[in-house]
């Protein structure tokens, strides 16, 4: 537990500080987390002038049934908080990418489609976007590796959500 003493934050005994290797490991994911979403950002932007975000959208969209989503749906599917999602859709909208309808079936819900330039620009997108996934991510690693990097990754998604820390469905944490 931290406290503040005369403006300087103490730390308990019982901190478990990192080694040096540990820390080795943690900035090195951390540059990668940060790093890769940026780079992954410049290539779409680049290649197609779609951000990470507007594609991950489209992507949702691109494989539902229909090419239809209940705005909750896809909130719940890319793991976003509603508001982050409204506010996206707004733009995406603007730029003639996505619709919203209100729904048929629950007038206080949204459908989300893909419009026709939306649907081009997930074609134009996507042969890129995998190329840069499969060119950073897979071919630099052996099948060991990506097989480690698939249990560490879920191993630490797991302790997150366990912590209560991770974005749940709807914009809930906890």
């Not at 507007?54 to 239809?68: P, Q």
């Not at 996507?126 to 097989?147: C, I, K, Q, Y």
Request: hydrophobic share 40%; net charge negative; charged share 30%.
């Amino acid at each position: 537990m931290s406290t503040m003493e005369k403006g300087k934050p103490t730390v308990s005994s019982d901190t478990r500080w990192l080694s040096e290797h540990e820390q080795e490991v943690w900035r090195a994911l951390r540059e990668l987390l940060w790093g890769f979403e940026s780079a992954m950002d410049r290539q779409l932007i680049r290649d197609s002038e779609l951000s990470a975000v507007e594609y991950s959208v489209l992507a949702a969209l691109s494989e539902a049934d229909d090419g239809v989503l209940r705005a909750r749906d896809l909130a719940r599917q890319l793991d976003w908080e509603r508001s982050r999602l409204s506010h996206l859709l707004k733009r995406m909208e603007t730029k003639g990418l996505v619709t919203r309808a209100e729904c048929p079936s629950d007038l206080r819900g949204y459908n989300i489609m893909m419009t026709k330039a939306g649907r081009d620009a997930i074609v134009q997108a996507a042969p890129g976007h995998v190329s840069f996934v499969r060119e950073n991510v897979f071919d630099p690693l052996t099948d060991e590796e990506r097989e480690a990097l698939l249990s560490a990754a879920t191993k630490i998604q797991a302790s997150i959500r366990d912590a209560g820390l991770w974005q749940n469905p709807g914009g809930q944490k906890g």
